[in-house]
């Protein structure tokens, strides 16, 4: 079966850096475009990034957009959300799921604070 599993969010000063993690299994993860999502207190889940299946073509949200890169390594079914310049308003549970599946992972908690 589909597996998502995120990892790397934590607490983190505002113009700190995370690194997010998603380890994938039960599918043949190279052919699939990946994407991540987050869902901030009291409000919808919303796109942050996607990638496509070689990595070759990646896509941003304008409110991420030259803080945050999204990669992958096919080798090691996982992909990747760098984040730097962090702002409170980027606190929320980011997940990963295959793009246009309805596949989630249990999401990772970032939080950023002073």
């Known amino acids: 079966q589909v597996q998502l599993v995120e990892s790397g969010g934590g607490l983190v000063q505002p113009g700190g850096s995370l690194r997010l993690s998603c380890a994938a299994s039960?599918?043949?993860?190279?052919?699939?475009?990946m994407s991540w999502y987050r869902q901030a207190p009291g409000k919808e889940r919303e796109f942050v990034a996607s990638?496509?299946?070689?990595?070759?073509?990646?896509q941003y949200a304008n409110s991420v957009k030259g803080r945050f890169t999204i990669s992958r390594d096919n080798a090691k079914n996982t992909v990747y959300l760098q984040m730097n310049s962090l702002k409170p308003e980027d606190t929320a549970v980011y997940s990963c799921?295959?793009?246009?599946?309805?596949?989630w992972g249990q999401g990772t908690q970032v939080t950023v604070s002073s």
């Open positions: 799921k295959p793009t246009g599946t309805s596949y």
């Open positions: 039960g599918f043949t993860f190279s052919v699939i475009a």
């Open positions: 990638i496509s299946s070689s990595g070759g073509n990646t």
